[in-house]
């Protein structure tokens, strides 16, 4: 089967930095993505990896190491507008994408 | 670039009645489209992936003559929930992609329409 796993819930303090991590197995492989969800609001689109190592884009990087299924989300100088859910979702060979649950990243002052 | 947008935002209907859901990307050619509902607390559920000038494809439990996907362009999509009840209470989401690999795999989503059904 195909699954996506990443933590449920995470808290951090405003200013510091988090790593939101994310292990999947999927059939094929074309793309991870991570997208942030505010509570009642649609997904927004984050970052898009293909290809192994890390991508920077202001506060945020993703990284992926397609040998270990593995990519993590890095957010730093972290602020309280970033409270959100984090998801996580691979695209398998058929071009589909494959969910996760989310992470609920709770940012205290 | 990539906006999706969604009407209506929010609607208010009674048990019964059918209720019409659009959904446009307004600066790209959006090859596929993707349905989902997503309820309080829980993760997004895909219902149907369509494809311009063809018949959508509904995941397993999604009832295809309850929610009647339309993709007539390929800048529009339109969801119809069909005899509404309480249980279809929901937040529905669109969104679009312009397809042909790499970054233009990227789903971009609409802002969502809130269903409440009396």
């Known amino acids: 089967g195909q699954n996506i796993d990443q933590p449920t819930e995470m808290t951090a303090t405003e200013g510091a930095i988090v790593q939101i991590n994310c292990t999947y197995q999927?059939?094929?492989?074309?793309?991870l993505f991570w997208y942030q969800q505010h509570a009642g609001e649609a997904p927004t689109f984050l970052s898009y990896?293909?290809l192994d190592g890390l991508e920077e884009k202001g506060r945020f990087s993703s990284f992926l190491s397609r040998s270990k299924g593995y990519s993590y989300l890095l957010l730093k100088e972290l602020q309280m507008k970033d409270s959100a859910s984090y998801l996580c979702?691979?695209?398998?060979?058929?071009?589909?994408?494959?969910w996760g649950a989310g992470t609920k990243l709770i940012i205290k002052p | 670039g990539a906006v999706v947008s969604q009407h209506p935002s929010r609607v208010i209907c009674k048990s019964g009645t059918s209720v019409k859901i659009e959904c446009r990307s307004l600066?790209?050619?959006?090859?596929?489209m993707f349905w989902y509902r997503q309820f309080p607390k829980q993760s997004l559920m895909l219902m149907a992936t369509?494809?311009?000038?063809?018949?959508?494809?509904?995941e397993q439990g999604v009832e295809k003559d309850k929610f009647l996907i339309n993709h007539a362009s390929l800048t529009l999509s339109t969801l119809t929930v069909t005899s509404a009840h309480p249980e279809d209470s929901s937040f529905y989401i669109c969104?679009?992609?312009?397809?042909?690999?790499?970054?233009?795999?990227?789903?971009?989503f609409g802002p969502g329409t809130r269903l409440l059904v009396l």
């Open positions: 369509s494809n311009e000038g063809s018949k959508a494809t509904y």
């Open positions: 999927t059939s094929g492989f074309n793309g």
């Open positions: 979702a691979v695209m398998d060979s058929n071009y589909q994408l494959i």
């Open positions: 969104s679009a992609r312009g397809g042909s690999g790499g970054f233009q795999e990227t789903q971009y």
């Open positions: 600066d790209f050619q959006a090859t596929t």
């Open positions: 990896n293909v």
